[in-house]
């Protein structure tokens, strides 16, 4: 633990550099009001820090920036959540307010929320297909050979897969078969249910066997990623081969959601740098995971530079996250 002087030299010094990117000098940090000592004094604390790696000082001649180790104990004992700025909140409000409709087009514009909210990069995973359970099922007739099924998912996703008939099945013989798989699946993790059992009506038993076919390929969807703000990225590292690497890293998908899931394993709603290393070591992570009713199926996160503004970034997360979960919850 810092003593209260050095923890507010080390909060002014991150502070600073997250908000100009410039290393930080002592002239700079004796202005700040909480610390009423002289500059000598702030030389030497500073000189401190640095030799208990909380500091750097990149050229002999310059300011100092943070090391990991400084940005984490700043993350963990003096930023702390702020509150959303109020026209943040707003604009959280309005979203959600106004968007509904299937499940994939949400998720996919509170990544794009996400990453207006912080100017990072960010990504929302859907619900894990294992812990969702079916809200209703539909089998209909389109056309003389074709029937639609279509199953409504607890958290919102509507899985819709065309099925084959004959011409010769009655509309009252795929109303009932709809009628069966409905009352058989509601309220069961789609994974999971077994086949309805046979009837003994060779007609009833060959449509559902039919949906119950596609029902495999519902289940076998990929992971839902959704990912925005690739270009704010780009923007927050000023070497061509710091943007490169990191722009490859976001490309491969499943390092991105390996990155936010080993977080939360780890019981760390942020990561930081040399935490994860990697080509993402000059990155931050700031991940949440989100509920539908009180279980937690899926993660939202942002993805900036060490240099990103923590405080912020924590609140946009908070935030978003809870309000997905309430939505997809119905509440």
């Known amino acids: 633990m810092l003593d209260e002087r ?57 300011g100092r920036i943070p090391t990991d180790k400084g940005y984490r104990y700043f993350v963990d004992k003096l930023c702390g959540i702020e509150p959303l700025r109020a026209t943040d909140q707003q604009t959280v409000q309005e979203f959600f307010s106004t968007t509904h409709g299937e499940l994939e087009k949400m998720l996919r514009e509170t990544a794009t ?18 812990v969702v359970t079916v809200r209703s099922a539909l089998f209909v007739r389109l056309a003389p050979r074709t029937g639609l099924l279509v199953v409504v ?38 994974t999971e249910a077994e086949p309805p059992p046979l009837t003994h009506d060779q007609a009833h038993d060959r449509l559902t066997a039919a949906c119950w ?39 491969k998908t499943y390092v991105v959601v390996d990155l936010l899931q080993d977080a939360l394993a780890h019981e760390r709603n942020v990561s930081i740098g040399g935490e994860h290393g990697g080509a993402l070591s000059q990155c931050s992570i700031v991940v949440a995971p989100y509920e539908i009713d009180n279980s937690v199926v899926g993660t939202v996160g942002v993805l900036g530079p060490t240099r990103m503004n923590y405080p912020q970034a924590l609140a946009a997360v908070a935030v978003v996250s809870g309000r997905l979960g309430r939505e997809l919850s119905g509440i």
Do not use: C, W
């Open 213 to 251: 076919a596609v029902r495999s390929d519902m289940i076998r969807r990929d992971e839902q990623v959704y990912f925005d703000g690739a270009s704010n990225m780009a923007r927050a590292f000023d070497a061509v081969d710091t943007v490169r690497s990191v722009l490859t890293m976001l490309e």
């Open 153 to 190: 998912h607890s958290n919102a996703a509507v899985d819709k897969r065309i099925v084959e008939i004959s011409e010769d099945d009655a509309d009252e013989a795929v109303a009932r078969v709809g009628e069966r798989l409905n009352a058989h699946l509601t309220g069961k993790v789609l």
């Open 6 to 62: 050095k923890s507010a030299i080390l909060k002014a010094v991150v502070t600073e550099y997250i908000e100009t990117a410039q290393p930080v000098g002592s002239a700079h940090v004796v202005r700040d009001a909480a610390i009423d000592v002289s500059p000598a004094t702030v030389r030497a604390d500073m000189a401190t820090l640095e030799r208990e790696g909380y500091l750097n000082h990149p050229h002999t001649s310059a």
């Open 113 to 130: 929320l996400l990453s207006m909210l912080t100017n990072y990069a960010a990504v929302v995973i859907g619900p894990d297909r294992e």
